[in-house]
Antibody, heavy 122, light 107 residues
Framework: QVQLVESGGGVVQPGGSLRLSCAASGFTFSSYGMHWVRQAPGKGLEWVAFIRYDGSNKYYADSVKGRFTISRDNSKNTLYLQMNSLRAEDTAVYYC???????????????WGQGTMVTVSS | VIWMTQSPSLLSASTGDRVTISCRMSQGISSYLAWYQQKPGKAPELLIYAASTLQSGVPSRFSGSGSGTDFTLTISCLQSEDFATYYCQQYYSFPRTFGQGTKVEIK
């Protein structure tokens, strides 16, 4: 079935780096735009980043611009989020999510992963 | 950036009640609005997209309406499994933004 599985979360010191992965299965990964969304403990949802189906276009939230990089490997059906210069306020569950429509839709997120926890603390 | 005001933040209701959640945009977004349900410890799930289209598998007691700047999610007859937190989201432009969330709790 259609599935997204995140990995790579953990505890990291302020200023450190972490790379998250999101493994996709059950659909043609290379045809869909993908997003990262995060949720701080007890808080609401915050969109983080987007990458176009072919990797040619990327967008970021202001809160992570210049520190986080979204990328994808369509040959491995995997989405990534490289997180550098991490801050305490980056502590959150990070979800990957898939656009509902193929290629370049303006669309909702129809499939979400289970999330991976990132804790930034000394 | 498109700002969203979702209300109420907390809604106390009983099984069988009809409940309504509102979402107001800082600028018009046509019908590029989605609603999600999230239960504790779980990922959000898509309920409605394009303001009023029910996602496959979502019960018909959920409905959405609105366009432009004002949108509503209605649950016609609240069931026990509907006690959760609900978020609106605009996908008209980047950055994508979410409402603050509405927690629907048992009265």
């Amino acid at each position: 079935q259609v599935q997204l599985v995140e990995s790579g979360g953990g505890v990291v010191q302020p200023g450190g780096s972490l790379r998250l992965s999101c493994a996709a299965s059950g659909f043609t990964f290379s045809s869909y735009g993908m997003h990262w969304v995060r949720q701080a403990p007890g808080k609401g949802l915050e969109w983080v980043a987007f990458i176009r189906y072919d990797g040619s276009n990327k967008y970021y939230a202001d809160s992570v611009k210049g520190r986080f990089t979204i990328s994808r490997d369509n040959s491995k059906n995997t989405l990534y989020l490289q997180m550098n210069s991490l801050r305490a306020e980056d502590t959150a569950v990070y979800y990957c999510a898939k656009d509902r429509g193929e290629f370049d839709p303006i669309d909702a997120f129809d499939i979400w992963g289970q999330g991976t926890m990132v804790t930034v603390s000394s | 950036v498109i700002w969203m005001t979702q209300s109420p933040s907390l809604l106390s209701a009983s099984t069988g009640d009809r409940v309504t959640i509102s979402c107001r945009m800082s600028q018009g977004i046509s019908s590029y609005l989605a609603w999600y349900q999230q239960k504790p410890g779980k990922a959000p799930e898509l309920l409605i997209y394009a303001a009023s289209t029910l996602q496959s598998g979502v019960p018909s007691r959920f409905s959405g309406s609105g366009s432009g700047t004002d949108f509503t999610l209605t649950i016609s007859c609240l069931q026990s499994e509907d006690f959760a937190t609900y978020y609106c989201q605009q996908y008209y432009s980047f950055p994508r933004t979410f409402g603050q969330g509405t927690k629907v709790e048992i009265k």
